[in-house]
């Protein structure tokens, strides 16, 4: 299955989020009949709102990590055999001048597997520890090994048939010039109680990401909701006991919003109902970096429809 956890913000408060989804009702139906009273909407908790904001704040705090996404700085996929590396713009995998020699080493790829052979006198650490040769795990692996020159990280990662190296640099200038995100304002009309129609078996979905691979899934079930009279309903992928994870597309796309679609979290499934809050819809790794590989909409999950709440396009990345 594709590992969607580094993807993943700290997400709302499952039990506050359960909580809200007992209370939560359909808004928004009167829009398709003018001539009909919209259906009441019982006040969201004051601890809602609260929790929203503490979302989007704990998202620009992570974006602004050593480790977040503004530090990627490169991304090179490595052929069999000899791959070099170094700040030579020659070089296979390219760090950033000033920060490397310009021939550091080599990196030798076999099938999976990657050594590095580091060149003489060039100083590489991991985990403290100075490094010559070692054949490097990747992030398939669940902790890939990580090595250091100076404010310069690198490691393996592997994504189907393709093994390469993603480059950060901590002070990069990336992250020196971010900011903060653009976001709709809080709109509680976006805050829906769905109905989870749970497949039985879970449905096989394949997730197309952004190098044109197709990863096989499978869906636990779908998300279905109401707006302005008409019927909405997304596949989700995660656990409707632990929290749904959704790859959406919008009408919004490519205007007020990223391109490439959206991710949104919920909590738990709870008596066949949760809880989708499109105010906490998050921007993909690819909006803010051109050295990310993210999961793609499935085509079932781009929606006929104008979703003006979460996370507007990165104003700092044209891509």
């Known amino acids: 299955m594709m590992n969607r956890s580094r993807f993943r913000p700290t997400r709302l408060n499952p039990t506050a989020t359960a909580a809200l989804a007992l209370a939560a009702c359909l808004s928004c139906l009167a829009a398709a009949a003018p001539e009909a009273a919209p259906a009441p909407t019982p006040a969201a908790s004051p601890a809602w709102r609260q929790e929203v904001e503490t979302f989007r704040k704990e998202r620009v705090d992570n974006l602004k990590k050593e480790d977040g996404w503004f530090t990627l700085v490169g991304l090179a996929w490595l052929d069999e055999g000899e791959n070099t590396f170094g700040s030579d713009p020659g070089a296979k995998v390219i760090l950033p001048e000033g920060k490397a020699p310009k021939a550091a080493g080599v990196l030798v790829r076999k099938g ?11 100083v590489i650490t991991s985990e403290g520890k100075p490094v010559t040769s070692q054949v490097l795990a990747s992030d398939a692996s669940g902790k890939p090994t990580v090595l250091e020159m100076g404010s310069v990280t690198f490691f393996v990662i592997q994504r189907g048939d393709r093994v390469g190296v993603r480059v950060r640099d901590r002070k990069s200038a990336a992250l020196a010039a971010f900011h903060g995100l653009d976001t709709y304002p809080i709109q ?19 997730i197309p990401n952004i190098l044109g691979q197709i990863i096989d899934d499978s869906s636990p079930g779908a998300v279905v909701f109401e707006r302005d009279g008409k019927t909405y309903r997304l596949d989700t992928l995660g656990s409707p006991e632990e929290g749904l994870s959704l790859i959406f597309g919008d009408q919004t796309n490519g205007k007020e919003t990223y391109g490439a679609g959206r991710f949104l979290e919920t909590g738990p499934v709870k008596d066949g109902k949760v809880v989708v809050d499109f105010n906490v819809a998050y921007n993909p790794p690819c909006a803010f970096t051109a050295f990310a590989t993210c999961p793609l909409p499935p085509a079932q999950n781009k929606l006929a429809l104008r979703v003006e709440a979460g996370e507007k396009k990165y104003a700092g990345f044209a891509h």
């Open 112 to 122: 999976e597997s990657v050594e590095l052979r580091a060149a003489p006198g060039t």
């Open 188 to 206: 509680e009309s976006w805050r829906t109680e769905a109905r989870f129609e749970p497949y039985d078996p879970p449905k096989p979905v394949q």
